[in-house]
């Protein structure tokens, strides 16, 4: 059922075009940092599941995080 939910979320994200889209706070690009960690995720993977436009670099996602 939350996969449903997260498809529909996915889909709304998707459809907006990207300079439209809200961008992700810095507390969020941690969150998820983290989730790509545990879960062993490559940036493809990561990029299509919070829907981050191919273009975009992931290490500029996390340039202004500091751990």
């Known amino acids: 059922m939350l996969e449903c939910e997260l498809a529909v979320f996915r889909g709304q994200r998707t459809r907006v075009e990207p300079r ?3 961008r992700y706070t810095p507390e969020q690009r941690a969150e998820i940092l ?3 960690r545990l879960k062993g ?3 493809k993977r990561m990029v299509s599941r919070f829907v981050i436009h191919p273009n975009t670099k992931v290490e500029r ?3 202004t995080l500091k751990f």
Do not use: C, K, L, N
Request: net charge positive; charged share 15%.
């Open 61 to 63: 996602i996390f340039r």
């Open 41 to 43: 995720w490559s940036a």
């Open 20 to 22: 439209h889209r809200s």
């Open 34 to 36: 983290q989730i790509m």
